[in-house]
């Protein structure tokens, strides 16, 4: 057997999906060892009755949910922050510079205080190296890195189909129009009356369109940089009638004489060595249900010439490639293991 | 008791989708009256066995499913046309002028010949009145007509959100971007393997990406007409986990200084006095469940000042205001009934 | 024109699943008016942004939700209680005996004051007549009533498929076994997160199961009124990913010498002259798609040799013939109108 | 690392979703290698065009499906059968007996000759060790057997839930009933009308009611061995809008003086050491989204005083615990690996 590293993981907001995705996927890594759990509202109860699915793991069926208390998370060589948006720089603080901490909420992910000041308002916390190794020159940010920032759901799956293209100057940057459907786990697990099954099942439904929804500037931050210059998009998000997946459709101007098969040449040069994204062969179109609880993002892409656009589909898990799935690919990074470990490109379908 | 007019109905293709719907609004119907149901693959059998959702209705239940022979179907009064594409025109042909006839299918719906031959090929059949009664002047070319084609759910979709706001010289011609998601049943029933439950539950997909999708002239030429000017669009259409219903997302650049106030103003100036045609409070977005088993659909608009765009979204039921429902409007105007009768402008929900 | 009876209707629980499936209904019937809803904790505030599928009706439009006052309610010729249970009582007790009142509630349901304090516990409010017509002689009870208990989604489906084979003495009364699968608007509207899209769809589940359910005594209770005997049984409850439908599995066992043909000819007897519930021809299986949004019930039979079982399935829409639906069709019968008045027999599918 | 076995595999039906399901889990298994896939009608295109989510898998995307030629599965150490009954026998019978062989069909699933004639028809093939591990005794029959015959996915779920209790003689042998939901994967993958997203989304429905479900026979023959005597029952199979998952209720009369604490006691002492079955804690009762995707099953049971029945609740995943998962750890039994090699116990879930 190899020498395997007993790396101890504390995990907070494991009472929520993206904390429960985290702990599955933690229950079968080799070298990380869940040691505490936190959930505020649920504390004290077995982490087993707010996460069934995890019964069948020994060791998630020994965890009782804690209080989040910043001492006792320090005790963990690696911290999961899996909170809502505002409650994670006051627990990082905390936190010695030699624990690796990977915040899923959007406290660090912006660099730009007024963007987060217009977006999410209050106090800009700072930003941490972005978490989405697949972006150009990325993953160096992340080898070893203490503090991570992971992506948003939206933007993971927007940054992994236009980045390529802007970066190879096939594309406008302006002017991009991002439709994106999501299934209902993005929206949480506060009970909402408009998240009830009663209400989604059956329904396609439009929400925060118009430019306001607080993924915009992450997305144009992220495209910003693949383009050297600054990329601006409209978007719009769609509630589906699924748990999980994420389908997005990014359209964007071509460059005069940009051609399909150079769209195609461009995905395919990032892409083609990397384990967990894959351009789908012609003919092919993503589907969420392919990428279904795998950490693989699922890219196709079209040249509209009618309009004069190119057309990037790109289907992932949003609680998995979209958060605790890509949280687990940059921990790896963190702490020189092989990025891979612990994770699946393969999705569980139909 | 009103005297009520004894309009005898023909249906083809009534075991497929858009024919079942049809024969539940028409069972409902105080003036039109089903006579003779037609449909190849079955013929022979009884109508219920193929639309167990008629079983409550004596009228439907008494009706076995015949041959499409257009010399039976010249005795009715009314004719419904539930086909694939290039079936309707050689039964429209031996159909006397007298007989009113909705197509639902997509034979007559282009004027241009080139249009028609470039996305579906084959020989065009010419073109009748386009049924949309919502579109500016457009009631008046369905009172009193004999042939009406009925739109594509697609087409319907983006053609009430859009073409008010190109009629005001709201937005730009040019660079309109569609994204619409379908429910399976605008796939029709024939099986195939991307079609079954165990493929589409718990995916949203993307397909005929590209600007390839042949309703793509169809939106084109309502919005032309609305706009005065020629208008292109991209197309990106996606299949939905649901049975019914069609969420579109257009986005069109704005006119120098329009705004948000003045696109609202040119959706409710169209659609207030509208019985089958809402546009919702703002701060409320469509979902396709409101409309489910209605002849309504419901728009919201909000301008993107980031990006300089309009987002107009908009849900029906592909079924019903998209298919079936829209044909029986027209029929009503066809001849002379109140527009609304037997129809219902209330979804079906949750 | 008929002469329209002006009935004016108050609606209480306007703002959850069965109180916006009763609005939706009455919005439709020629005779009935509504002039008032009330909502707890939605009063003040419009119907429409609680019940988004009724905004194409221009009567329900025009309504607001208001604080559930009796003095109010009894300015209504009906009165329609969609109240969560133990509430309805305080109040029908302040409306004029004149008043027609609906219950859709469990208060009223039970006339075994034990059977109400062993299941649902504190006071029993007394029992109303019992508001399913297509059980023996009740529809004579209902005609002119001024207080009628709507029955529970679950009896109504497991009453109408086995009380006629009870009646007929072909099945034995004792150890009947149900399963039954309900959508999730059964459960309510009630934020609650085991109801939260994303932890039902794709997930059946069971639930209350060991005889604990609080319908279990009024299957009884339906059940030995027809069978001239006490009828006991074990009901067991599934959670199915839909919004809508119940499909209740019920068996008991064979009387000596009872035939498939004596069971199919008893339920055919009972129901061949019913507008809303219809026995299947053979080799068709219910399915709760077929009764989306309609009043009817769907039933079939099979003689289970193997094992000396009657095996009956009823499929039918949990908040129309369960609920609302059925709650209208009484109401006609109390003001003498013609029975399926403002009802549908036909589904809404696919 | 330690010295892994080089065991080679071959997969026939793998363009179906049995097939599917097994090459997912067969891609993380560090000591099985796929070299050859066959499905009948895509013979010649690659395996990732029929199986999109296995794109991520650099060994899947290299495979193409093959006829199936039974002289090339020889080569094979490991032989995987996911065929529809009636094709396995002819196969099997060129393997060599030193290849082994597991097949995922009926063929081999009855020891009685009459049980299969009057269930299947045609000639019986004989029987195999039977694949249910957890079954009283079976696992010593499977280690180091050569011929494996795979469970249904309905028996699997029924004996699992049942066997404990009959063994223990807390529940009466005669008059069992069933009445269990399955996802729609479970009638395959060939393209039918009634298996169409349009039909089962929405819809929960009854087939093959009336004990004439081929699984019938399959689960007497478990339960009979388990009770030492003669079991009978009724089986009711229901169709679930979902992909994935059975949940199995299965009630049986108690025996005198059987109590709950006895039936938990006999659940707890089969499974407590077992790593895929988990008798859930009191109060949790069993969702199919807990186990999608795992080889788990959920169980969890209740004593019905009032009419003198237990009832058992069993939730799993019919394409991996139900199928390929089990055939995983069959085939892990048969070469002496451990049992839980490659497979997971934890649920993709929400």
């Known amino acids: ?12 907001g494991a009472s929520g999906y993206a904390g429960g995705e985290l702990l599955r996927l933690l229950a079968g890594h080799p070298d990380f060892e869940v040691r505490r759990v936190t959930g505020a509202s649920s504390a004290g109860t077995p982490l087993v009755q707010s996460q069934p699915h995890l019964v069948g793991s020994p060791g998630a069926s020994a965890l009782t949910l804690e209080a989040t208390d910043p001492a006792r998370l320090a005790e963990a060589d690696l911290v999961f922050l899996a909170l809502p948006h505002g409650q994670s720089a006051a627990i990082a603080a905390e936190l010695p510079d030699s624990t690796v901490v990977v915040d899923l909420g ?9 963007a987060w000041a217009s977006y999410y308002g209050g106090t800009h916390a700072g930003s941490w190296p972005y978490g989405l190794p697949e ?9 070893g890195a203490r503090r991570i920032a992971a992506p948003g759901c939206y933007p993971t799956s927007v940054a992994l189909g236009l980045a390529p293209l802007l970066a190879a100057g096939l594309v406008e940057p302006d002017d991009v129009v991002v439709v994106a459907a999501s299934g209902t786990s993005g929206a949480g697990r506060a009970p909402k009356q408009n998240l009830l099954g009663s209400e989604v099942m059956g329904a396609v439904s439009a929400y925060s369109a118009g ?3 607080r993924h915009t500037p992450e997305m144009e931050q992220s495209l910003s940089a693949a383009a050297g ?9 769609l509630l589906a009638p699924m748990a999980r997946g994420i389908l997005a459709t990014t359209t964007a101007r071509l460059r005069p004489g940009a051609t399909a098969a150079q769209l195609r040449a461009a995905l395919a040069t990032a892409y083609d060595s990397e384990p967990f994204v894959h351009l789908l062969p012609e003919g092919s179109w993503p589907s969420t249900a392919s990428t279904l609880g795998s950490n693989s993002a699922h890219v196709q892409v079209a040249a509209d010439e009618h309009v004069g656009r190119a057309v990037v589909t790109v289907a992932l898990d949003n609680l998995c490639k979209g958060a605790a799935g890509q949280a687990v690919q940059c921990a790896n990074l963190a702490f020189g293991l092989p990025e891979t470990t612990g994770l699946s490109a393969l999705g569980v379908a139909p």
């Open 229 to 237: 210059t600054r990329v601006t998009l409209g978007f719009t998000p």
């Open 106 to 114: 959007a406290d660090f992910r912006l660099a730009d205080p007024d």
């Open 211 to 213: 430019g306001v929804h």
């Open 1 to 12: 057997m190899v020498e395997r590293m007993g790396i101890s993981v504390a995990v907070t």
């Open 135 to 143: 972006l150009p020159g990325q993953r160096a940010a992340l080898q």
